[in-house]
C-alpha cells in the first residue's frame, strides 16, 4: 500500500513504508545512493546502500534522473539531519519512468522558464503559489456560498463587447462575428432577477497590446452582482471579501507564504477599514506627489503606485468620469459628470484589483448611454430588455483572481500567478 510523505512524517512512527513520486535531489557517493523524493503533500530523504538492496534496485537507484518517477519501499527512520526529521532506508527501489536527463537546471532565463512551463510548474515555488492560489479561490467561493450566493457560468462567446472594442478578441462564429468574452457581467446582471446575489467565476479575454507586469490575455475573473446593492454596499462587500480571504490565509497558511516571499505581518495590515477617495481628490494627490496627470485621464500603473506608495492596505477610489467608464455605469446625479464606481489598488504597487459599480437600471438611462458610446442597441437587446421587466437598482464587481494573486503572494510578475499564461507574445505552451 502507498503512503503520502505528509502522514508518514506527521505520525512520527518508525515502520515500513512504501512512498511513489519523484526525484527531487539526487546523489551518488561510492556504495551509497541518496535520493530526496516528492510526492504532492512533501518530501522524504530516501538512503539506498548498495549491499542492503538487489542489484537492480542498485542500478535504478544509482542510474535515476531527477524527476523521473518511482516507487520506492524501506523503513522510515528518526533522522534529525532529513528535511521533516525521518529517513527512508530503502530495500527496493523501482523506476516507473525515467526517461531523460531534466533540462532544468539552475540560473534558467525567464524565457527559457517560460519556454518549459510544462515542467517548470513542478518547481516547489510554484507548486507552493498554486496551494496558495487554490486556497485564495476557495476562501472565496466559501466566502459567497456562506452569504447565500449562487454561483452560476457565464456564457466565454459572446457577441458584444462589455468593456469596449479595443481589448476584444473576435473570431468567425459559423460565418457571424463572436468574442472572446470580456467579462460575464452583463450575463451575472441577468441571474440576478430569479437568484438576486449570484457571482460568475470564468476565464476573461482582454486582446491587451502592451506588455506589463500586471496584464494577462486570459485571466480568471470573479463577478459578483447582486440586487437592491447600490455602490457603497457593492464597496462593503468588496472590503469584507478581500479581509477574509487575506485572513484565512495568514491563518491557515502562514508558512506557505513565507516560500513564495510573502511577509505575512505584511499582509496583516490589510485590515477593514479600507480609505475610500475619490477620483478628483485621488489625481490633486498624484499630482502633489509629483506625477502628472489632467482630470479625466486614466490611471496607469506608474499613477496607482504613487497613489498607494506608502499605503499598508488596499485603497478604494471612486467617482470616476463618466467618458473614461463603461456604458453601463449610471451617473451621480450629485456629482454630474462622474459615475457610481469604484477601483479597489492593491497596495506596494500591485495596483488595480477590482472593479465595480451601480448598473443603470433604468431604461430611457441605458438607451442615452449605449448612444452616447456610439454602441449598436441591437446587440445589446437582450441586455436592454432586462430594463423593461422588473429592473431593480443593483451593483457588482470585478475581481481580477490572478491580480488578486499577484499580491497577497508579492509575487513580482502577473504570469506566476496562472501556471500556463497567455500575453501579446505568447500562447505556448
Ligand atoms: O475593470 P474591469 O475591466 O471591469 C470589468 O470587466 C467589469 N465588467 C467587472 C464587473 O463589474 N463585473 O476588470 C475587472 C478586473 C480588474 O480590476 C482586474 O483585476 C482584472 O479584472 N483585469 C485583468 N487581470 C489580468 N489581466 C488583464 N488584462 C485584466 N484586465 C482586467
Known amino acids: 500500500m502507498r503512503n503520502y510523505i505528509l502522514d508518514l512524517i506527521t505520525s512520527k512512527e518508525e515502520k515500513q513504508a512504501t512512498i511513489q513520486g519523484w526525484i527531487y535531489r539526487h546523489r551518488v557517493s561510492g556504495n551509497m545512493a541518496f535520493a530526496i523524493i516528492r510526492d504532492s503533500t512533501g518530501i522524504l530523504q530516501c538512503t539506498i546502500k548498495k549491499d542492503k538492496v538487489d542489484s537492480k534496485s542498485w542500478k535504478n537507484a544509482e542510474e535515476i534522473y531527477i524527476e523521473s518517477s518511482v516507487i520506492v519501499s524501506g523503513k522510515l527512520v528518526k533522522d534529525e539531519r532529513a528535511p521533516g526529521g525521518y529517513e527512508l532506508q530503502v530495500s527496493d527501489f523501482q523506476t516507473i519512468n525515467n526517461g531523460e536527463p531534466f533540462p532544468i537546471s539552475k540560473d534558467l532565463s525567464d524565457e527559457f522558464l517560460l519556454d518549459v512551463r510544462h515542467l517548470w510548474i513542478r ?256 446587440d445589446y437587446q437582450w441586455y436592454i430588455d432586462l430594463r423593461k421587466y422588473g429592473s431593480v437598482p443593483h451593483s457588482g464587481f470585478g475581481l481580477g483572481i490572478e491580480r488578486l494573486v499577484k499580491w497577497v503572494l508579492n509575487l513580482n510578475h502577473i504570469r506566476d500567478a496562472i501556471p500556463f499564461p497567455r500575453t501579446i507574445n505568447r500562447c505556448y505552451p
Request: one cysteine or more; aromatic letters at 12%; charged letters at 30%.
Open 123 to 378: 518547481s516547489q515555488k510554484m507548486t507552493n503559489i498554486f496551494r496558495l492560489r487554490h486556497h485564495t479561490v476557495n476562501y472565496l467561493r466559501e466566502f459567497f456560498n456562506s452569504k447565500g450566493f449562487y454561483e452560476l457560468p457565464p456564457p466565454i462567446i459572446t457577441g458584444s463587447a462589455c468593456e469596449g472594442g479595443s481589448t476584444l478578441f473576435e473570431f468567425d462564429y459559423f460565418g457571424e462575428k463572436a468574442y472572446l468574452s470580456q467579462s460575464g457581467q452583463l450575463y451575472a446582471e441577468a441571474y440576478i432577477f430569479s437568484l438576486e446575489k449570484v457571482y460568475v467565476l470564468a476565464p476573461s479575454f482582454r486582446a491587451e497590446k502592451s506588455r506589463t507586469i500586471r496584464h494577462l490575455a486570459e485571466y480568471w475573473h470573479l463577478e459578483p452582482e447582486m440586487a437592491f446593492y447600490d455602490w457603497k454596499q457593492n464597496m462593503d462587500l468588496q472590503e469584507e471579501m478581500i479581509v477574509e480571504v487575506v485572513q484565512n490565509l495568514i491563518k491557515n497558511h502562514s508558512s506557505l507564504l513565507e516560500s513564495v516571499g510573502q511577509d505575512p505581518e505584511v499582509l496583516k495590515k490589510a485590515s477593514a477599514p479600507f480609505e475610500r477617495m475619490d477620483y478628483e481628490k485621488a489625481v490633486e494627490r498624484i499630482n502633489e506627489l509629483g506625477g502628472k496627470m489632467e482630470y479625466g485621464e486614466d490611471f496607469g500603473a506608474d499613477e496607482e503606485a504613487l497613489l498607494t506608495k506608502g499605503y499598508e492596505k488596499p485603497l478604494f477610489v471612486h467617482h470616476f468620469p463618466k467618458d473614461i467608464k463603461a456604458f453601463y455605469m449610471p451617473e451621480d446625479p450629485n456629482k454630474p459628470g462622474t459615475v457610481l464606481c469604484n477601483d479597489l489598488l492593491a497596495p506596494n504597487g500591485h495596483g488595480e484589483i477590482i472593479g465595480g459599480s451601480e448598473r443603470i437600471w433604468k431604461y430611457d438611462e441605458l438607451m442615452q448611454r449605449i448612444e452616447e458610446n456610439k454602441l449598436n442597441p441591437k
